[in-house]
């Protein structure tokens, strides 16, 4: 009898649902040999938009294009501070030193999310940003950030990568602070089939800003009045954007329906568990326990077909690129701890109710 497997993320079952939509689209960038802005874009940036609830947004190629454009639109420059925690993915603390700032670290909650009280402890005469990571579809507490940013005149930058259709207190994740970071990298839960970002915001400065510095600080065909990048997203991967966001409810729903069935099925065993705050809806990019058990429990979940990931074992703070910065191994205590128990596992949109009932079976036979 062949061993069930469970991938942790199933793209082949996305793309078999999909080709039949997605294909005539592509053949309908190449016919119209649009590959760089025109309407696409602007069909993508004004859905994204009305999605997030802001005013406007920016298609750009990458989630960290988003964040470095982003910051560099708030003002942000070299030998300024930008708090944020340590341990998210590598480009957030990446996009901050890649403008020349300087990333200070605070530590995180059990949710995951930056601890405000940590935020307060560590603003400076030289804090020019506030970058709160909304890790796993869970949005961090911005009411009280937002209070924070508020009162010491600090704006605030949302890594939203991970959390596009997230809310907290019914507000809707890119939503809260001066400018909001979006990744459409193929693992995201509105995902493209590469690279691919986008920042909103409310601000029409700050979007024409970025809209400018994409395409080399161009003001028209010949004319650069700033030197600027290259971060234009191309008009295939908008097209599947434009196809997909419209289906995005629908992912983020299911994805919750099986948050739940887990919440069910696994309230008994000795795990944590990441439930929802009564002013949470969360989108599960990430369904991640914790235990410190994680590596055995990784483990036999594939020996027994089931793959897991972890997100993520080493704190940004100890990665060998931050030596310069001069944390060391028990600078932020709860992010540490959190990097040797936490274990994502599948809750993707193409798991049956089987799979998950296979995978809580196998999860408590452990404990057990």
């Keep these: 009898m062949n061993q069930i497997k469970i991938p942790y993320i199933n793209l082949t079952a996305q793309w ?21 802005g025109g309407q696409i874009i602007d069909d993508f940036e004004n859905s994204a938009a009305k999605f997030c609830g802001t005013k406007y947004c920016v298609a ?8 470095v454009c982003g910051l560099i639109a708030l003002g942000v420059k070299r030998g300024d501070e930008v708090i944020t925690p340590p341990n998210s993915f590598v480009a957030s603390t990446s996009a901050i030193v890649h403008i020349g700032a ?3 670290f605070v530590d995180v909650l059990n949710d995951q999310n930056i601890d405000p009280i940590q935020i307060k402890k560590a603003i400076t005469d030289k804090t020019s940003a506030i970058m709160p990571v909304h890790l796993t579809g869970r ?5 009280k950030i937002l209070e924070i940013g508020t009162k010491n005149n600090i704006p605030i930058i949302e ?19 001066k400018i909001g970071c979006f990744s459409t990298h193929p693992l995201k839960n509105l995902n493209a089939c590469g690279d691919g970002g986008f920042i909103t915001t409310n601000d029409k400065k700050i979007a024409d800003k970025i809209k400018q510095m994409r395409n080399h600080g161009f003001i028209d065909r010949n004319t650069a009045e700033h030197f600027g990048y290259v971060s234009r997203m191309d008009s295939l991967q908008a097209s599947i954007l434009n196809y997909r966001i419209k289906k995005l409810n629908i992912v983020i729903n299911k994805r919750r329906k099986n948050a739940q069935l887990y919440f069910n099925l696994l309230k008994e065993v ?6 929802e705050e009564d002013n949470e809806y969360n ?18 979940l594939l ?42 596992i599948p809750i993707h949109q193409y798991l049956s109710e089987d799979n998950i009932i296979y995978i809580c079976k196998k999860i408590s036979m452990f404990f057990k």
């Excluded at 078999?16 to 760089?36: A, C, D």
């Excluded at 000795?270 to 439930?275: C, W």
């Excluded at 989108?283 to 036999?300: E, G, M, N, P």
């Excluded at 940004?316 to 040797?340: D, M, R, V, W």
């Design 159 to 177: 890594d939203s990568a991970q959390s596009i259709g997230s809310q907290y207190n019914t507000q809707k994740s890119g939503s809260f602070g």
């Design 139 to 143: 949005m961090a507490k911005m009411d």
């Design 102 to 104: 300087k990333p200070v």
């Design 60 to 67: 750009l190629n990458s989630g960290t294009d988003a964040l």
């Design 270 to 275: 000795p795990i944590l568990l990441p439930f």
């Design 283 to 300: 989108s599960y990019h990430t369904f991640v326990i914790q235990t410190s058990k994680r590596d055995q429990l990784a483990k036999y």
């Design 303 to 344: 020996n027994e077909g089931v793959e897991t990931a972890i997100h993520y074992p080493f704190p940004i703070h100890l990665q060998p690129a931050a030596k310069f910065l001069n944390y060391h191994s028990g600078s932020f205590p709860i992010t540490e701890k959190q990097a040797n128990t936490i274990l994502t």
């Design 16 to 36: 078999e649902e999909e080709k039949k939509e997605i294909l005539p689209l592509i053949k309908n960038v190449f016919s119209s040999g649009q590959f760089i």
